[in-house]
């Protein structure tokens, strides 16, 4: 056995590129429409305490996924899983600007 390793500079960035998290196609563009939607027809997606509003997520990620649906002709299950996260992350960036 050898004393000295040799590491492969270009395997190992190609694995740490490979272990980055994939952000699912058409999430942050449903995510600009659902913080354009809030802003424009004053939807709160969190109450003035911080508690989340589960319903006005809901209604966002609903109206997105058909919007998604439209755009690309995805599977309502994949359409729907867009909008959920889309609005879930939407919903965390404004309880964070709620919190400072």
């Known amino acids: ?9 270009t395997a190992a960035l190609r694995d740490v590129r490979a272990d980055r998290a994939v952000v699912a196609p058409g999430v942050v563009s449903a995510r600009a429409l659902i913080q354009g939607l809030a802003r ?4 709160r997606l969190v109450t003035p305490t911080g508690a989340f509003d ?7 990620a609903v109206e997105v996924a058909k919007a998604h649906q439209l755009r ?3 599977a309502w299950g994949v359409a ?3 909008g959920l996260t ?5 919903a965390r960036a404004a309880r964070a600007a709620i919190a400072h």
């Not at 889309?86 to 939407?90: G, I, M, S």
């Open 80 to 82: 729907m899983s867009v």
């Open 86 to 90: 889309a609005a879930w992350q939407a």
């Open 54 to 60: 589960r319903a006005a997520i809901m209604a966002a």
């Open 40 to 43: 424009i027809r004053r939807t």
């Open 72 to 74: 690309t002709g995805a």
């Open 1 to 9: 056995m050898s004393l000295q390793r040799k590491i492969s500079w």
